[in-house]
Each structure stands twice: as structure tokens, then as C-alpha cells.
């Protein structure tokens, strides 16, 4: 079985699998994408290390998945998934903003995070990269710092599982707390985005806490 896997070929997509390849032993992520030889061919090109291409049956075969969909494609893609999803765990990186960025498709009370939960009870999501846009994937040190990833969920041991499938990727990576954080996590993401627009160094923008002990 494989241990890991990516859904979907897109920036997101990518920027994960170049950030999670290395760590990768013995071919055990697996990415998959609606046409897997775009998969393959991308790994080709980017000389992505251990890692598998595949179709999304594939890569719901593994313990760990982390899509990289739109809220709006997740959602469905989730439904009919219900049932191969089931004990497994599901990274969301998905940010429900509206088409013009400018709002929320979700309500004040609820995040992308919650909502996919909320849709698959016998899964456990685990939030994660939802303030690290696609270009920190492609270059995560910027002036010898690398920013956050956090990593938010209500089921411990699952959080605990992608931190650790996560330690040595080169981002702080560090524990969000629950779930509904996620609530938090999605708006300062779209404040982030648009700071970043005014200032013209977007997409490249993420998020780092000044001032953390870190351990
Ligand atoms: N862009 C960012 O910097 C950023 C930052 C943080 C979080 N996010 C979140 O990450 C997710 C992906 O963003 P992205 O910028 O990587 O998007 P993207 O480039 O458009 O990629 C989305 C991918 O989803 C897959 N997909 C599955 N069903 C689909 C459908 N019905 N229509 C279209 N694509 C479908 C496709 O992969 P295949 O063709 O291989 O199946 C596609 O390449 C979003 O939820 C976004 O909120 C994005």
C-alpha cells in the first residue's frame, strides 16, 4: 500500500510532490491525476525522485491523501469517494474563496476544512499549506527563512501522523490546533493574498510567526 499520496497535477499538486518526493522511499507516494500520464510526464520532467504516477483510484489507495482540488471540485469528488475514504486520512489544502477573490463561499461559522469533515464523518481530515501559496512550494527559503505550514485537525493522532510525514520538508511545520482553526487559517489567507497583490510580490506569500520558541 502506498503510504502517501498527491491529487491532482495542478500548481498545488506540484508544489507538493516537489516538496514531499525527497522524502519519499522506495516509491511510496503516489500521484495521481484524471489523466495519469500527465503525472508521468511531469515526474519525467521534473526529476521528481520515488514517486509513482497514477489515476485517482490509485491514490485513494494510500493511508495518507492530500488532494490539491478546489473546494468547489472537492466537494463532489469527496461524495463519491465517501467510501474509499473511509479510515483514511485526508489533508485539505483547499481555500474557499469566491471566483473574483474576493470573499468566502463558506459562512462565517465554517471552513473548507470543516465542511469536507463534516461530509466524510468516517474520515479524518487534517488541514494543512492553506497559507503557503504555489510558488513558496518552488522556492521555499526566502532571505534564509522558510515560512509556516499548519497543521490543524480534532482527531490527535491523525495530526500527529502528517506532522510527522511532514518533518523535514523545508517549511516550519507546526501544530494549528483544532480543526476550526481552519476558520482563521482560510481568512488570513485571503488577507495575505491580497496584501501580497497590493505590494506586487504575489503569488509568492506565505505566513511566519515571529517570536515562536521553537523546539
Ligand atoms: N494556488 C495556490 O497558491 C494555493 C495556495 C494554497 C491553497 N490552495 C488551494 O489548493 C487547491 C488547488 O489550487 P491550484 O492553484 O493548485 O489549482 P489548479 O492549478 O487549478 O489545480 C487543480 C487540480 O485539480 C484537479 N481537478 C480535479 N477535478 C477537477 C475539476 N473538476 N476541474 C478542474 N480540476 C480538477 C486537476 O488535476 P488533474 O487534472 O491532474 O486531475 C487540477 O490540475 C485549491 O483548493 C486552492 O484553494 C492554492
Redesign the pocket.
Known amino acids: 500500500m502506498y503510504k502517501l499520496s498527491v491529487v491532482?497535477?495542478?500548481?498545488?499538486?506540484r508544489g507538493l510532490v516537489r516538496v514531499l518526493s525527497p522524502l519519499s522511499k522506495e516509491s511510496d507516494l503516489i500521484w495521481g491525476?484524471?489523466?495519469p500520464d500527465?503525472?508521468r510526464a511531469l515526474i519525467d520532467e521534473e526529476g521528481f525522485r520515488n514517486t509513482v504516477a497514477g489515476g485517482?483510484e490509485e491514490a485513494l489507495g494510500a493511508e495518507v491523501i492530500l488532494h490539491?482540488?478546489?473546494?468547489r471540485?472537492?466537494l463532489p469528488?469527496a461524495k463519491e469517494n465517501r467510501e474509499a475514504l473511509k479510515g483514511k486520512i485526508l489533508v485539505d489544502?483547499?481555500?474557499p474563496?469566491t471566483e473574483d477573490f474576493n470573499d468566502f463561499t463558506t459562512e462565517w461559522g465554517t471552513s473548507a476544512a470543516e465542511e469536507l469533515q463534516k461530509l466524510l464523518p468516517q474520515t479524518r481530515v487534517v488541514g494543512a499549506?492553506?497559507?503557503?501559496?504555489?510558488?513558496v512550494l518552488e522556492q521555499p527559503l526566502h532571505n534564509g527563512l522558510t515560512s509556516d505550514v499548519y497543521v490543524t485537525g480534532d482527531d490527535e493522532e491523525a495530526k500527529r501522523t502528517v506532522l510527522s510525514l511532514l518533518d523535514g520538508i523545508p517549511f516550519r511545520v507546526l501544530d494549528g490546533g483544532r480543526l476550526s482553526n481552519n476558520r482563521t487559517i482560510e481568512r488570513m489567507?485571503l488577507f495575505e493574498r491580497e496584501v501580497a497583490v497590493r505590494y506586487g510580490n504575489y503569488?509568492y506569500v506565505s505566513f511566519r510567526m515571529f517570536g515562536l520558541n521553537e523546539g
Open positions: 491532482g497535477t495542478g500548481r498545488m499538486g491525476s484524471r489523466t500527465k503525472a485517482y490539491s482540488l478546489w473546494f471540485d472537492v469528488w489544502i483547499a481555500n474563496f499549506f492553506k497559507n503557503t501559496f504555489f510558488r489567507t503569488p
